[in-house]
């Protein structure tokens, strides 16, 4: 038995995307920016996709720049507004949970000398956009909240935040990579100048994002090259990729009410039993404020990469940290922002259910997983399991 539980990594790619995308790699092969017949078809397919995925989001297609993902999208907002802006001294709000694309964009700046400053997040891992207020200087060019955090799935109050920044003229973008599968983003409505997608996180291709940049909004390049986009991001359009990504977006807004409450269902159930069920488990992330198909969870006395370990050896794919952070073996920045202990966090799984989940694949998860952490509290130093209490929380 397979069961996938990483949907925030990355997600399968919808059939009936790939389908649609096919013919873009075979006959219909031309170049969008070429004049003859084979230019103007494919020329035709992206225009066609730019006002699907604009219409998605209530924007116009002119504010529609494709990019390869979420991670440029993410680098060309900051640093677009930082080539752009005329003031001497440049400063940029974000918070402590962003993204590493959001992050390490930040530290890159701070060695050109951009100050920037972090939010903390709540014990919840919320962010309080009236804190913004005080934070805003003269100086301020744009302020970064992510939509939906990565990690413990937390849904931030991006109109509130918007409109602070719009009051005292601050350029306002938001990561919404996580939060276009689940949620409902109308650009105009909750006042955002520019927003980041990427198609691999709703079950489009990987190698593909968005920058929806509101009209009027300055930015500078961040890739030079020809006169695609507008003039704004060179390079070759990727007429297969840019399909796919306006298929599984179309697909994704039609399907997400009910893709939504089924995996809500599930998710709820699972962590009910789990909670109810395992001694000295945490959630993370606000309980009700937080994507449908988020769960994080830390787990004392054990590590979190073992229960990840023996969890795929019984065909189940979960993540500990995220999939960036992955591989090394620090604790998760979120996870300790929320104020989380170090031996704690370093226990800490995160399952993101999809589509594809079922009841079934959920049952048989809880019931691996219970005997996971029974095995290795057994084994674990910090554990006293015939008490039943550990040493340290
Ligand atoms: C996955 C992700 C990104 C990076 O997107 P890519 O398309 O993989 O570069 C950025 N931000 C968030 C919140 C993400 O989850």
């Known amino acids: 038995m397979k069961i996938y539980l990483d949907n925030s990594a990355t997600t399968p790619l919808n059939p009936h995307v ?81 993204h590493p694309a959001i992050l390490n964009t930040c530290t890159e700046l701070e060695k050109q000398n951009v100050e920037i400053t972090y939010m903390n997040p709540s014990k919840e891992g919320m962010i309080n956009p009236k804190e913004l207020s005080n934070l805003i200087t003269e100086n301020t060019i744009l302020t970064s909240i992510m939509f939906a955090n990565n990690e413990i799935g937390t849904l931030q109050p991006i109109k509130e935040a918007a409109t602070i920044c719009r ?27 520019m927003l980041s997608m990427s198609a691999h996180k709703f ?14 909004s300055r930015l500078g390049k961040l890739i030079n090259g020809g006169e695609q986009e507008r003039g704004l991001r060179a390079g070759t359009t990727p007429t297969p990729l840019i399909v796919g990504m306006a298929k599984a977006l179309e697909i994704s807004v039609r399907d997400r009410e009910k893709n939504n409450q089924r995996i809500l269902r599930l998710r709820n159930m699972f962590i009910d039993r789990v909670l109810s069920e395992i001694p000295y488990v945490y959630l993370n992330g ?19 990469e073992s229960v990840l370990m023996r969890l795929d050896l019984a065909g189940i794919a979960v993540s500990s940290g ?72």
């Open 18 to 98: 790939l389908e649609a995308m096919l013919p873009f790699f075979t006959d219909k092969f031309g170049n969008a920016s070429s004049i003859h017949s084979f230019g103007r078809e494919a020329n035709r397919a992206v225009s066609e996709a730019r006002e699907i995925i604009a219409e998605c989001i209530n924007a116009r297609p002119s504010e529609i720049y494709f990019t390869s993902g979420g991670t440029e999208s993410d680098n060309w907002a900051l640093k677009g507004a930082v080539y752009v802006s005329k003031n001497k001294y440049k400063h940029i709000i974000t918070t402590q949970i962003e």
């Open 167 to 193: 009051e005292q003229s601050v350029l306002f973008h938001t990561d919404a990579v996580q939060a276009m599968d689940s949620q409902k983003i109308d650009v105009k409505e909750l006042g955002i100048d």
């Open 203 to 216: 079950y489009g291709p990987k190698g593909i994002g968005v920058l929806f940049v509101k009209t009027g």
């Open 286 to 304: 606000n309980r009700e404020n937080r994507l449908p198909n988020n769960v994080n969870l830390s787990f004392a006395f054990i590590e979190g």
């Open 322 to 393: 995220s999939a960036c952070a992955s591989g090394s073996l620090e604790a998760s920045h979120v996870i300790l922002s929320l104020g989380v202990k170090e031996e704690l966090a370093h226990s800490t799984i995160r399952f993101s259910l999809g589509v594809d989940t079922t009841e079934q694949q959920m049952d048989y998860v809880f019931n691996v997983l219970k005997k996971t952490v029974d095995d290795l509290r057994r084994m674990s130093p910090l554990y006293d399991y015939e008490k039943g209490i550990g040493s340290y929380v």
